[in-house]
């Protein structure tokens, strides 16, 4: 049985019945290859879709109420479009999707009653920004059934990170959102977080393959360091800016940032985020040129500067990604999303693959007690929705 037949069943069962009418949806999950924590600062990332996702099936009711189910828990949640939705902390994942209704009702949509239901296989809480797939997707279901006009990729990314930032709370920029929305196959994406301007690049790695590999920590953003972090970093700017007008703090530079900035913790934040926005450029030219290693070598520095100067990585990831620099045909790994626990991914010859894995477990597995979880990745395309998504 396929995974759309698969899905149709729990459809009936969680609301009855299972009828032509439910429209198919999917998200996909991203990666960030390299460049974090520059997004909410103005400056470059370097991401891209990943085959691991949400589906959705929304079926038209004929009440006013949007009922939310899941495969992956038992948590169900009704929404009433006749009542003010409101965030709350026992609502759980559905949280999202309530965020997104109450914004597009907000607007004027007029969205009518329908049964929605979700399953993924991103694990939540690893970094691979399974609430901004669960963002983009409810959004998108919900205009393609129930708006008339072309739906614009860009402006349905930028409300979901309206959303994310003042209903759910978490003060994350906008590459999660716009890569899931308009990711491409076997492409990665150059996005200028502080204009919008993007470039799709070939995502080639000759023999080498990305692998994702899961700690197996979980991690909440509200409930960690995330926000104290961007604080960090508007603190910097604060600072810099009595120098010269900055806009943002990708836009110093690493001599302003040594000299001008006397308190060591704001300098240690803010040299990580101007020399990621640097390492992001580098590598993208390194792949660009066919020069896998020099990609490798700059993912690698980026792990070290998030753990020694933006301090969010933790010792699960830290120890995941020494093990695996280690490993047999490795060439470079760090940590990927927002850390604190969640993802890490790696730069792996294909040859060495089986042999990389079950090394890098059994370090990782003895020093933290915990067992990883390994994704060889491929890069695919954005929200979409149509039949062939739920065979991936």
Excluded at 38 to 52: E, I, K
Excluded at 124 to 139: F, K
Aim: hydrophobic share 40%.
């Amino acid at each position: 049985m396929n995974a759309f037949a698969e899905l149709e069943e729990k459809f009936a069962a969680h609301f009855g019945s299972y009828d032509q009418r439910a429209a198919r949806f999917f998200a996909p999950g991203r990666v960030n290859l390299i460049g974090e924590y520059t997004d909410f600062n103005g400056g470059y990332v370097f991401p891209a879709a990943v085959s691991y996702g949400i589906w959705g099936l929304l079926r038209p009711n004929p009440g006013r109420v949007v009922r939310l189910r899941s495969t992956n828990d038992e948590l169900a949640v009704d929404v009433s479009l006749d009542e003010p939705v409101s965030w709350r902390r026992e609502d759980g994942w559905a949280n999202y999707p309530k965020g997104i209704i109450r914004d597009l009702l907000a607007k004027g949509l007029a969205l009518q009653g329908c049964d929605i239901l979700y399953s993924g296989n991103l694990p939540a809480g690893a970094g691979l920004s399974s609430s901004a797939a669960m963002l983009v997707l409810t959004a998108y279901m919900l205009r393609t059934c129930f708006e008339s006009r072309v739906i614009d990729l860009v402006t349905l990314a930028q409300t979901c990170r309206q959303v994310e930032n003042e209903f759910i709370g978490v003060n994350c920029g906008i590459m999660d959102h716009f890569i899931i929305a308009k990711g491409r196959p076997d492409r990665a994406l150059l996005l200028d977080c502080n204009t919008l301007e993007h470039d799709y690049i070939p995502f080639d790695l000759g023999k080498y393959r990305l692998v994702i590999m899961n700690t197996n920590k979980k991690r909440e953003l509200t409930e960690s360091k995330y926000n104290e972090r961007r604080q960090q970093c508007d603190a910097a700017v604060a600072i810099l800016s009595q120098h010269r007008p900055l806009q943002n703090l990708c836009q110093a530079t690493l001599a302003e940032v040594e000299t001008l900035l006397s308190d060591p913790v704001l300098r240690k934040r803010a040299r990580h985020v101007v020399s990621e926005n640097q390492r992001v450029l580098e590598a993208v030219a390194a792949l660009q040129a066919g020069n896998t290693a020099a990609f490798g070598r700059l993912m690698t520095a980026s792990h070290c500067s998030l753990r020694d100067d933006f301090a969010v990585s933790g010792p699960e990831l830290d120890a995941l990604v020494e093990y695996a620099w280690a490993a047999p045909g490795c060439i470079g790994a760090r940590m990927t999303g927002a850390g604190f626990g969640g993802c890490a991914i790696a730069l792996v010859d294909h040859q060495d693959l089986q042999a990389f894995m079950q090394q890098v477990q059994i370090g990782y597995q003895a020093v933290t007690g915990r067992s990883a979880d390994f994704y060889p990745a491929i890069i695919a395309g954005g929200v979409k929705s149509e039949e062939a998504a739920y065979g991936s």
